[in-house]
């Protein structure tokens, strides 16, 4: 589904209705792209976690992969929300096997009433494994300095932790034949990535522990070469499916 969010509206929602009992890996897909002098920030809201995206002068846009519980029952309610003052494109889409897919309904609002979702219902116990994803594919051009992304942000306590994997790869037709640092802080940590001649990708972990919601964690990165970095928090044997870190830009 791909739509226009004119700038009479202000939020566009996305309501995901699955129409029975279903089990399995599903996801959605979101893309939302700005028009050149369209809108320079928007926010999206997901399952009860809100996140803001900055915009350039230029045509700009922004991918993610929402996850959703492998179980999935009738009379669920989903939310997915786009705000923003200007026009958007956005698109959405919802990936697991076809013939459960086809029994999700997807209901799109122009600035209703807020729905509750059930994600961000602390009774809903879901999964015990979680993702919580923080970016997916973001460029970084070289740079001497650390180039600070943003701040990844707590939602709410989350004492026993989780796990933050920072995925760096090189970017497509940059050549594999040297190596290179890359350097990552979250807050007072500190990672080191080495990207070794021939190879594509590179990991760092960062454990977080959170006692409470509304701490924050400055996120910087620097290499001498350019690289692309997706992030995500994972959170073994919770029993919310609320999630617990965002990445605030």
């Not at 940059?174 to 070794?196: D, Q, Y």
């Amino acid at each position: 589904m791909r739509v226009r969010k004119p700038p009479s509206v202000q939020t566009k929602t996305f309501l995901f209705r699955p129409g029975r009992p279903l089990h399995g890996t599903f996801s959605i897909g979101l893309a939302i792209e700005s028009l050149p002098g369209g809108a320079k920030m928007a926010t999206f809201d997901w399952c009860g976690s809100r996140r803001q995206l900055a915009f350039g002068p230029s045509v700009s846009g922004f991918v993610t992969n929402l996850r959703l519980p492998q179980n999935l029952s009738e009379g669920d309610v989903y939310v997915l929300s786009v705000s923003a003052p200007a026009m958007l494109i956005i698109s959405v889409s919802l990936s697991g096997d076809e013939e459960a897919v086809e029994s999700v309904a997807i209901e799109e609002v122009d600035d209703g009433p807020r729905t509750p979702t059930v994600c961000a219902d602390p009774t809903t116990a879901g999964d015990r494994t979680f993702e919580d994803t923080l970016a997916t594919g973001s460029l970084v051009t070289p740079a001497l300095r650390a180039v600070p992304l943003g701040r990844i942000e707590s939602l709410r306590p989350f004492p026993q932790g989780g796990v933050l994997i920072l995925t760096f790869r090189r970017p497509p037709g940059s050549g594999t034949g040297s190596g290179f640092l890359i350097h990552a802080s979250v807050g007072r940590l500190r990672g080191l990535g080495f990207m070794a001649p021939g190879q594509l990708e590179v990991s760092v972990y960062f454990r977080l522990q959170p006692a409470e919601a509304g701490e924050t964690w400055a996120l910087t990165l620097a290499s001498d070469r350019a690289f692309t970095w997706s992030g995500a928090v994972h959170r073994n044997f919770d029993t919310l499916f609320l999630p617990a870190f965002s990445l605030m830009v």
